[in-house]
């Protein structure tokens, strides 16, 4: 089932797949067929918005986070290697296979040096995207997983001031240039690169972190579903998770219809933020 599951764009289109235990139904989209045990049903219905979006228009943005119980996703220094267990990573590998790009800010390529492969599960690696208006990665590209390992394509996200030294440095293949991504105040347009990336035919998209790249997202009312994996962990004065204005009056802030999943020792929320808005 996980396989089939990481594997899913081949079932696209298709009324049925029997070898991977799943039909299609157009009022109430995948469904399992046969028999499955309980953890089975729970893993199908957490990826099943996701595969139900697939087969329609094949466009979704989802977001993920993992943090404490508090509410941080590292401690003041910086070190947040691991706050969750391994099946949230697993889980995140997942959301890599299922998607076409995976979206990183220069923060968490400075920090982490990830790779953002799909090396713990069955599945296509995304596109690397590396959110960077401003080039802050320069010093970075001798050093960089993402632009040395040859692993997957990967693409450098910036604003289009700054497209003639992103393609000098890195090669025109590997610059994406948004006219307009830095907007008044210095705040990030980013409906103009989720556009700009689906113009590349990169539908599906993962915006894996950091905090301050989800809740830029999250602001800007770019994402469909959130996933906040919460660890049995408390950090205290460690660096936040999500970051945004948001409303003065507790009636005023969105609520979104959720599901909660457990992940080992995590618990993993499936917030419908689309519905939301």
Same mark, same amino acid.
């Given at each position: 089932?996980? $396989?089939?599951?990481?594997?899913?764009?081949?079932?696209?289109?298709?009324?049925?797949?029997?070898?991977?235990?799943?039909?299609?139904?157009?009022?109430?989209?995948?469904?399992?067929?046969?028999?499955?045990?309980?953890?089975?049903?729970?893993?199908?219905?957490?990826?099943?918005?996701?595969?139900?979006?697939?087969?329609?228009?094949?466009?979704?943005?989802?977001?993920?986070?993992?943090?404490?119980?508090?509410?941080?996703?590292?401690?003041?220094?910086?070190?947040?290697?691991?706050?969750?267990?391994?099946?949230?990573?697993?889980? $995140?590998?997942?959301?890599?296979?299922?998607?076409?790009?995976?979206?990183?800010?220069?923060?968490?390529?400075?920090?982490?040096?990830?790779?953002?492969?799909?090396?713990?599960?069955?599945?296509?690696?995304?596109?690397?995207?590396?959110?960077?208006?401003?080039?802050?990665?320069?010093?970075?590209?001798?050093?960089?997983?993402?632009?040395?390992?040859?692993?997957?394509?990967?693409?450098?996200?910036?604003?289009?001031? %700054?497209?003639?030294?992103?393609?000098?440095?890195?090669?025109?293949?590997?610059?994406?240039?948004?006219?307009?991504?830095?907007?008044?105040?210095? %705040?990030?347009?980013?409906?103009?690169?989720?556009?700009?990336?689906?113009?590349?035919?990169?539908?599906? $998209?993962?915006?894996?972190?950091?905090?301050?790249?989800?809740?830029?997202?999250?602001?800007?009312?770019?994402?469909?579903?959130?996933?906040?994996?919460?660890?049995?962990?408390?950090?205290?004065?460690?660096?936040?998770?999500?970051?945004?204005?948001?409303?003065?009056?507790?009636?005023?802030?969105?609520?979104?219809?959720?599901?909660?999943?457990?992940?080992?020792?995590?618990?993993?929320?499936?917030?419908?933020?689309?519905?939301?808005?």
């Amino acid at each position: 089932m996980l $396989l089939a599951i990481a594997q899913a764009r081949s079932a696209v289109g298709v009324a049925s797949d029997a070898s991977s235990g799943v039909s299609w139904c157009a009022e109430q989209g995948w469904q399992l067929q046969g028999q499955w045990d309980g953890a089975a049903q729970d893993l199908f219905g957490l990826y099943k918005p996701l595969l139900d979006a697939q087969h329609g228009n094949g466009a979704w943005v989802i977001g993920q986070l993992g943090q404490s119980l508090d509410g941080c996703v590292a401690t003041r220094s910086g070190d947040s290697c691991f706050i969750n267990g391994p099946e949230t990573l697993t889980h $995140l590998h997942r959301l890599r296979a299922l998607s076409d790009a995976v979206i990183v800010g220069a923060g968490t390529v400075a920090c982490d040096n990830p790779r953002l492969t799909t090396r713990h599960v069955t599945g296509p690696h995304p596109t690397r995207v590396l959110l960077d208006p401003t080039l802050r990665l320069a010093a970075l590209l001798g050093t960089a997983h993402v632009f040395n390992d040859a692993q997957a394509a990967t693409l450098w996200l910036c604003d289009a001031t %700054v497209q003639a030294q992103a393609v000098a440095l890195a090669g025109a293949s590997r610059v994406l240039a948004v006219p307009g991504l830095v907007g008044e105040g210095c %705040v990030l347009q980013l409906e103009r690169a989720v556009a700009a990336l689906r113009s590349r035919g990169l539908a599906r $998209l993962f915006v894996e972190g950091g905090g301050v790249t989800v809740s830029r997202f999250l602001a800007r009312r770019c994402l469909d579903r959130l996933h906040l994996a919460v660890a049995p962990l408390l950090i205290g004065d460690g660096r936040p998770g999500l970051r945004f204005a948001g409303a003065e009056r507790l009636a005023d802030c969105v609520r979104p219809s959720s599901r909660v999943y457990r992940l080992g020792s995590d618990q993993l929320w499936d917030l419908n933020l689309r519905a939301a808005h």
